[in-house]
């Protein structure tokens, strides 16, 4: 398993002062998690196309675009173009998740998969040859600021063991309740890259956040 990292998440920045945000963390991890919302998969809206093609200008942080969005397979270009080095996708969301994960990666970028809590994990497996990222939803999407689901502890250490079988070296990330309380837990159980929102914005110098979470992890 690659070592532990941090991937600040966007959604639980200040929008009105994105980019003094996005730069105080600059320096702590190397992966910049992006929430596109549509309002239909998830029942919120978030930025897009227009935000993000704004903020590549001035960073060179890995953008990890994670789309929770009902037609994905539209718009790969488009987000590609906007800046996007990593696009994450739902499998609930398409009904060929190769051919989609093809597809980002004919524009010369790397492929994620998502799941939502309800949806079985073992439905990953068949496609996880074709994958540079795997996202554990460990809340409901949509919304920041929620608690982690217990149960996520299993539905990760199943990925990070099938991983393993197959000799994989993708990334296995969890987003949804990461903070001090439950980044052990979380690591313990697999994942190698942690996307945490409130923990690190809500924090006065969010690079402390960064920081903690690591410290913990290596604790």
């Given at each position: 398993m690659s070592r532990v990292e941090v991937?600040?998440?966007?959604?639980?920045?200040?929008?009105?002062?994105?980019?003094?945000?996005?730069?105080?963390?600059e320096n702590s991890c190397s992966k910049l998690h992006i929430d596109?919302?549509?309002?239909?998969?998830?029942?919120?809206?978030?930025?897009?196309?227009?935000?993000?093609?704004?903020?590549?200008?001035?960073?060179?942080?890995?953008?990890?675009?994670?789309?929770?969005?009902?037609n994905p397979d539209e718009f790969i270009e488009t987000f590609v173009k906007a800046g996007a080095d990593r696009i994450t996708f739902h499998i609930?969301?398409?009904?060929d998740p190769k051919a989609l994960a093809d597809k980002i990666h004919s524009f010369g970028k790397k492929a994620g998969i998502a799941i939502h809590p309800d949806t079985p994990v073992e439905k990953l497996f068949p496609y996880l040859p074709y994958i540079d990222n795997i996202l554990i939803m460990s809340v409901y999407p949509g919304f920041g600021g929620q608690g982690y689901m217990k149960e996520a502890t299993g539905r990760i250490r199943?990925?990070?063991?099938?991983?393993?079988?197959?000799?994989?070296?993708?990334?296995?990330?969890?987003?949804?309740?990461?903070?001090?309380?439950?980044c052990r837990?979380?690591?313990g159980a697999g994942c190698n890259v942690?996307?945490?929102?409130?923990?690190?914005?809500?924090?006065?110098?969010?690079?402390?956040?960064?920081?903690?979470?690591?410290?913990?992890?290596?604790?």
């Open positions: 991937a600040p998440s966007l959604l639980s920045a200040d929008f009105g002062y994105l980019m003094r945000d996005i730069k105080s963390v596109v919302m549509d309002g239909h998969f998830v029942p919120n809206l978030s930025f897009g196309i227009p935000v993000i093609r704004s903020i590549r200008k001035y960073t060179d942080l890995i953008f990890d675009v994670h789309l929770m969005i009902t609930e969301c398409t009904e199943a990925v990070r063991d099938e991983l393993d079988r197959i000799g994989s070296d993708a990334d296995l990330s969890v987003d949804g309740g990461i903070n001090i309380k439950t837990e979380v690591a942690l996307v945490a929102g409130s923990a690190v914005f809500d924090k006065e110098d969010p690079a402390s956040g960064v920081r903690e979470i690591l410290e913990c992890v290596s604790q």
